[in-house]
């Protein structure tokens, strides 16, 4: 079970009503390598894979959500008060038409989010590798969308989400580590 | 130390409808180079670690600007 703290992981700031960078920002919320993605990638996986390991995909999957959260709320705050012509100028018409200024799950070319995004093999080293290319995407995805905005405040936060993955990637690399590990080898200093 | 950064150089043809851009980089953060973290490495104060993502300076990957200096394209 969870439980719920009602703040950010990190504070979020928006200082410009900027319906475009939303658009692109959505990659992130409901995308192949978003944060919902790797949140139900990571506690899915859990159950199969070695005790060992456990705790770890249970300790990123929840942060994962703590980050569509904050996802969420840039979202929400760069088309809160947007107009349906803002939006249309945004190239949003197609969201609007469908869900007025509500945030869905769909990436930023609009198609709604899959779980054909993820995958459980039940080969704990094939569940890892995906994890950690999954985090070394979502980074790159962090990356570009930090050069499409010229919002300092907004790429603050993002910044942060980005130095996220970049841990998170290293975590799950230490997991395949735990688990090459030769544990009936003698070991001979 | 190991470069946030590493550089190559596309091949330009001169059929290239664009101005070329003559050195293209992509990011190498630490995690690639740590291996298993080792215990005991220097943590930032809680407040920074907050700003920086991560307690760990030797985990810390400024973006757009790393360690080196971005090649601009002259």
């Known amino acids: ?189 | 130390m190991h470069t946030e950064y590493k550089y190559w150089y596309p091949y330009i043809s001169p059929l290239d409808p664009c101005p070329p851009i003559k050195v293209k980089s992509y990011n190498t953060p630490p995690n690639l180079y740590l291996g298993f973290q080792p215990p005991s490495l220097p943590q930032f104060q809680p407040r920074e670690a907050l700003f920086h993502g991560t307690l760990w300076p030797a985990l810390f990957s400024p973006y757009p600007n790393g360690r080196e200096d971005e090649v601009t394209n002259e």
């Open chain 1, 1 to 189: 079970m969870w439980y719920y703290e009602k703040k950010l992981e990190y504070p979020v700031k928006v200082s410009t009503c900027n319906p475009t960078l939303a658009k692109y920002l959505i990659e992130q919320y409901g995308g192949a390598d978003g944060e919902l993605s790797a949140a139900l990638r990571y506690l899915n996986q859990r159950y199969s894979i070695p005790d060992k390991v456990i705790g770890l995909l249970t300790d990123i999957g929840t942060e994962e959500f703590a980050h569509l959260e904050m996802i969420a709320t840039m979202v929400y705050k760069l088309t809160k008060d947007a107009t349906p012509e803002m939006m249309k100028e945004a190239g949003l018409a197609p969201h609007y038409a469908n869900h007025d200024n509500a945030l869905f799950y769909h990436n930023a070319a609009g198609n709604p989010w899959t779980a054909t995004y993820i995958q459980a093999k039940g080969d704990p080293i094939a569940d890892l590798y995906e994890d950690i290319a999954a985090e070394e995407k979502a980074r790159a995805t962090y990356q570009w969308i930090i050069n499409l905005s010229d919002d300092s405040d907004l790429n603050d936060g993002l910044k942060f989400l980005r130095e996220r993955e970049v841990v998170h990637s290293q975590r799950f690399r230490e997991a395949v580590e735990i688990l090459k590990e030769e544990k009936d080898k003698q070991i001979y200093f």
